[in-house]
T-cell receptor, first 117, second 115 residues
Framework: AQTVTQSQPEMSVQEAETVTLSCTYDTSESDYYLFWYKQPPSRQMILVIRQEAYKQQNATENRFSVNFQKAAKSFSLKISDSQLGDAAMYFCAYRSFYTGANSKLTFGKGITLSVRP | AAGVIQSPRHLIKEKRETATLKCYPIPRHDTVYWYQQGPGQDPQFLISFYEKMQSDKGSIPDRFSAQQFSDYHSELNMSSLELGDSALYFC??????????????FGQGTRLTVV
């Protein structure tokens, strides 16, 4: 079974600064997907960024980028130019690649990010 | 664009009562997932359906059952409710095509409170 670990329960960043959220995972599979989801106070689950394990290049989405280290099983999220609206709970999640229709997500415990004005 | 619709958004039930949560996936999506998120917890996978058949099962109590209908909407039925069932219940949907699933898009969740 796959596990996802987010060891930092809380982090804080100054507005306009950069912050990195850490995530490690454990799997015996060679192909898989990794995701970062944002859950603001509204509790909506919003996909921030996705990484395919077979891709060497780190994914980027505007101010959000990842550092994917497959050998180390590490998947960190970097938020640049932090904004007040970035304050939320962030979940790292894993999904198997070859499971057909059984594509459930396995989540980490999440990290609460606060942004100081 | 149409999103995943969950109803009701909020539900208050007493212990031992029954609750039914509904999920309407994004049009053309054929796969539905249910997750339970307790207070301060990460979402836990309960069950999923593909083309109206159960495709995977997680930590879903025997008191819960679910199904997917011909129009692809899904219902999660919860009986003999316990205080510990109080949680946010998410539904997500995706499209299975070409041997893989597209992204899972989440609904806004149903907040169930058992008193």
């Amino acid at each position: 079974a796959q596990t996802v670990t987010q060891s930092q329960p809380e982090m804080s960043v100054q507005e306009a600064e950069t912050v990195t959220l850490s995530c490690t995972y454990d799997t015996s599979e060679s192909d898989y997907y990794l995701f970062w989801y944002k859950q603001p106070p509204s509790r909506q689950m919003i996909l921030v960024i996705r990484q395919e394990a077979y891709k060497q290049q780190n994914a980027t989405e505007n101010r959000f980028s990842v550092n994917f280290q497959k050998a180390a099983k590490s998947f960190s999220l970097k938020i640049s130019d932090s904004q007040l609206g970035d304050a939320a709970m962030y979940f790292c999640a894993y999904r198997s690649f070859y499971t057909g229709a059984n594509s459930k997500l396995t989540f980490g415990k999440g990290i609460t990010l606060s942004v100081r004005p | 664009a149409a999103g995943v619709i969950q109803s009701p958004r909020h539900l208050i039930k007493e212990k031992r009562e029954t609750a039914t949560l509904k999920c309407y996936p994004i049009p053309r999506h054929d796969t539905v997932y249910w997750y339970q998120q307790g207070p301060g917890q990460d979402p836990q996978f309960l069950i999923s359906f593909y083309e109206k058949m159960q495709s995977d099962k997680g930590s879903i109590p025997d008191r819960f059952s679910a199904q997917q209908f011909s129009d692809y909407h899904s219902e999660l039925n919860m009986s003999s409710l316990e205080l510990g069932d109080s949680a946010l219940y998410f539904c997500a949907s995706s499209l299975y095509t070409g041997g893989a699933n597209t992204e899972a898009f989440f609904g806004q969740g149903t907040r169930l409170t058992v008193v």
